[in-house]
């Protein structure tokens, strides 16, 4: 998680999060365990010009998938690059892993530099005047409270989920980051897709649909600040960016963020203190 550029941390349909990571400077040696996609990953691979690799997924996410504008970077769980590890500890479900690597290899003449055509993300290691101070941060996803506590020696925030310390696998650091953006988006429940079905062969839980296009309010946090402002995604190639009251673009530090997609029928998820 550590070496990923940015993480978005989002709702499935049974109010637990996934992560979607994106990897663009660094490739780490494993990533995983690597699950199913998600309605939210038709949005984010046009954003970064991306790859998709998963683990599979609903039928009607699969169909809505291979008809997208990335389907031919869409990398199956048949692909060269993916394996089992075995571990009988845990779950069957929790043992699919990758070689980014490998996964690479298998995108062929694919494999090649973003375009990154849309609108941009910004970085600068100043921040941006109007912050108020902001060294720990709490997210209630109502199933779980994630948590940010800043470092003003490292200039990390480091992550905590549940009451413990969030560690990266490969590397049994705590998880950590630059840059915590929170945007508020309308979630809705698309009809049309099932994501469980029961015995009896009723939908029990259908595909929540993120519309991450348009705009919403977001919060972002840098440097041990906060900093309250506008998300916005016009088009579809254009990348999530927040911009100040008066129209600027809110910049990032240089490194690595995690964006806390969190739903706008949420009451008072979001709280931070000096």
Not at 5 to 33: K, M, N
Not at 109 to 127: A, C
Request: aromatic share 12%.
């Amino acid at each position: 998680l550590n070496q990923a550029d940015i993480i978005f941390e989002h709702i499935t349909e049974a109010v637990v999060t996934r992560l979607t990571a994106i990897f663009y400077s660094q490739d780490p040696p494993a990533v995983g365990p690597i699950r199913s996609a998600r309605l939210i990953d038709l949005e984010l691979p046009a954003m970064y010009d991306a790859a998709l690799g998963y683990s599979g997924s609903s039928n009607g996410v699969a169909n809505r998938l291979f008809a997208s504008d990335f389907a031919s970077r869409i990398l199956g769980p048949g692909a060269f690059g993916y394996y089992r590890t075995g571990d009988t500890s845990k779950p069957f479900e929790h043992t699919f892993y990758a070689r980014p690597e490998q996964l690479r290899q298998s995108l062929g003449e694919l494999n090649r530099p973003p375009e990154f055509s849309g609108v941009n993300m910004q970085f600068t290691s100043v921040p941006p005047v109007g912050g108020t101070a902001a060294t720990q941060i709490d997210i209630n996803y109502n199933w779980e409270v994630v948590s940010w506590t800043y470092d003003p020696a490292t200039n990390f925030y480091y992550r905590t989920a549940g009451g413990a310390a969030h560690v990266d696998g490969n590397t049994s650091e705590q998880v950590r980051a630059r840059n915590i953006i929170v945007p508020f988006v309308n979630h809705v429940d698309d009809p049309t897709i099932c994501e469980q079905i029961s015995a009896q062969g009723t939908c029990q839980l259908l595909s929540v649909e993120i519309q991450l296009w348009g705009e919403g309010q977001a919060v972002v946090f840098r440097d041990g600040q906060r900093f309250e402002g506008t998300w916005k995604r016009s088009g579809r190639n254009d990348m999530l960016t927040v911009y100040d009251a008066d129209g600027n673009q809110i910049p990032l530090q240089i490194g690595n963020t995690w964006v806390q997609l969190m739903s706008i029928y949420y009451a008072n998820p979001l709280s931070s203190s000096p």
